[in-house]
């Protein structure tokens, strides 16, 4: 991150500076589609939303920025605590599983198996009564 794109202010709250990119893509690259999708959103104005959600709600814009970037950010680590580590290491194994055999049944395999992952996981919204 560009040391200018950040700063702090006297309470220490940080001041963050909204800046498009436009660098180049390599389609090497492993990380080309993220980037491909920063340059994408970085032609919106995410104040303009923000904006009207902080005054329907009478929040500070800041603090919803503020909220939406961690929310986002650490969305990654909820997902995984929310799955659990044995859940998301046994969804691992089953896409580790179908690629090492490379196979158009390995993959329907695996697609079959992580649905049934997900139905489970599902159960508690779709039935919450059962866990009354």
Known sequence: ??????STTESED???????????LN???PDANFKDEVRAYGLL??????????ASLDIPVG????????????GGSEGMLQVG??????MQNICHRAEHLDTKQARLDAYDELRQIVDWL???????????
């Not at 995410?46 to 902080?54: H, K, N």
């Not at 580590?85 to 046994?90: A, E, S």
């Open 27 to 29: 389609t090497e690259d």
């Open 14 to 24: 940080p001041i963050l500076v909204l800046s498009r990119w436009d660098g180049p």
């Open 63 to 74: 603090a919803l920025a503020r909220y939406v970037l961690a929310k986002w950010a650490t």
């Open 45 to 54: 104005d995410p104040l303009i939303t923000l904006s009207g959600v902080a």
């Open 1 to 6: 991150m560009s040391e200018d794109s950040i």
């Open 85 to 90: 580590g044995i859940t998301l290491k046994r």
């Open 122 to 132: 599902n159960v508690p919204i779709k039935n919450p009564e059962l866990y009354e």
